[in-house]
């Protein structure tokens, strides 16, 4: 399947999401409950993952091996879970979504840790999109200048109903 039709170029949430790399921010719960309702009435799969629970790096790797239920060789280091989400069945008619829920709390305290997991998930949607399949990530944040530049040659970018600083209150 094409990544995106003629009848999609420009006109759909996923198509704006992935314009301009994998991964959209959102401060404002409701915008994101909204965009995740949009994404599942078109058969997306959408993984959640609260990133309070997350103290270490050891716990947020082991996070992503539970939740989406990668195999028991996983290995549970960044090579692993490069390797294992890019084993993850993404649906050919829609696509899947990762959330990262208060992201902001785990980022805090890591270091570039924080980076490299976001760079690993663009970098894991643009092989999935040269396959013709849709993988996106949704960042929460109470943070509204979080932001993240050069992730697998993208950044990450705020949704469209907060990409002006004044919708994020500053």
């Not at 420009?10 to 959102?26: P, V």
């Not at 990133?51 to 280091?77: H, Q």
Request: charge should be negative; aromatic fraction near 12%; hydrophobic fraction near 40%.
């Amino acid at each position: 399947m094409a990544a995106f039709t003629e009848d999609e170029v420009g006109k759909t949430l996923d198509w704006e999401i992935l314009l301009y790399g994998s991964i959209s921010m959102y401060r404002n719960r409701k915008y994101l409950d909204d965009d995740l309702q949009w994404l599942r009435l078109r058969g997306y799969r959408v993984y959640s993952i609260d990133c309070k629970a997350w103290k270490s790096e050891a716990a947020m790797l082991e996070s992503f091996g539970e939740v989406l239920s990668f195999p028991a060789y996983y290995g549970r280091n960044f090579n692993a879970l490069r390797d294992c989400l890019g084993d993850v069945e993404v649906p050919d008619e829609s696509g899947l979504v990762i959330v990262l829920d208060s992201y902001d709390w785990y980022t805090r305290n890591v270091g570039l840790a924080g980076k490299t997991v976001l760079g690993i998930l663009a970098e894991c949607s643009r092989h999935f999109l040269l396959r013709g399949r849709r993988f996106i990530t949704l960042v929460q944040s109470d943070d509204p200048l979080m932001a993240f530049e050069g992730l697998a040659g993208v950044s990450t970018h705020w949704n469209r109903r907060e990409w002006l600083n004044k919708d994020r209150g500053l």
